[in-house]
């Protein structure tokens, strides 16, 4: 009964533990090479963003806004109150143009769509991410509601599950 007892406490402290501090997860996709790579092992850190909003250039895990039973990871580029554009490639937030020395494009010739994007002004509590593989990431640049067909370029506050932690 007593090994029962432990057992089971070792499970409830892994579920809390998992659900709410922190938990293990791996990259799946090349949309963040070459800062993560494929394979690439990290844990998410659940708590920060209890005390405090992400900040632009932190890397986060966010529920995708277009189906949201899968994960993401992207990079926070534009916060609420910012205003984003991006020409050819090149982007820019409050008119100032981003030193991204993590960005790699696999197609530095071609203008791909997102390549260009007006003014878009960031909501409050929502975030602009891009992936660091800008040709090879679907990010907002690209989501399109599948009911309303409308473009989702934002992820509202609550999307984003925590910030990576490498190790």
């Not at 067909?149 to 190790?167: D, L, P, Q, S, W």
């Given at each position: 009964m007593r090994i029962f007892k432990l057992v089971l406490l070792?499970?409830?402290?892994?579920?809390?533990?998992?659900t709410f501090v922190f938990e293990g997860?791996?990259?799946?996709?090349?949309?963040?090479?070459?800062?993560?790579?494929?394979?690439?092992?990290?844990?998410?850190?659940?708590?920060?963003?209890?005390?405090?909003?992400?900040?632009?250039?932190?890397?986060?895990v966010l529920k995708s806004p277009v189906t949201e039973e899968k994960d993401l990871v992207k990079r926070i580029i534009a916060v609420g109150g910012d205003v984003v554009t991006i020409d050819?490639?090149?982007?820019?937030?409050?008119?100032?143009?981003?030193?991204?020395?993590?960005?790699?494009?696999?197609?530095p010739d071609e203008i791909l769509k997102g390549d260009k994007i007006a003014d878009l002004k960031v909501p409050e509590n929502d975030f602009f991410v891009l992936g660091d593989n800008r040709d090879e990431s679907n990010d907002s640049r690209d989501w399109i509601d599948k009911k309303t067909?409308?473009?989702?370029?934002?992820?509202?506050?609550?999307?984003?599950?925590?910030?990576?932690?490498?190790?």
């Open positions: 070792a499970a409830i402290i892994t579920i809390f533990v998992r997860i791996y990259i799946a996709s090349d949309s963040m090479l070459p800062t993560l790579q494929v394979d690439d092992h990290f844990f998410v850190d659940k708590i920060t963003y209890k005390f405090r909003s992400p900040k632009k250039g932190e890397i986060v050819n490639k090149d982007v820019y937030v409050n008119d100032k143009k981003l030193i991204e020395s993590y960005v790699r494009h696999s197609r067909e409308r473009h989702i370029y934002f992820v509202h506050r609550n999307y984003i599950k925590g910030k990576i932690i490498r190790f």
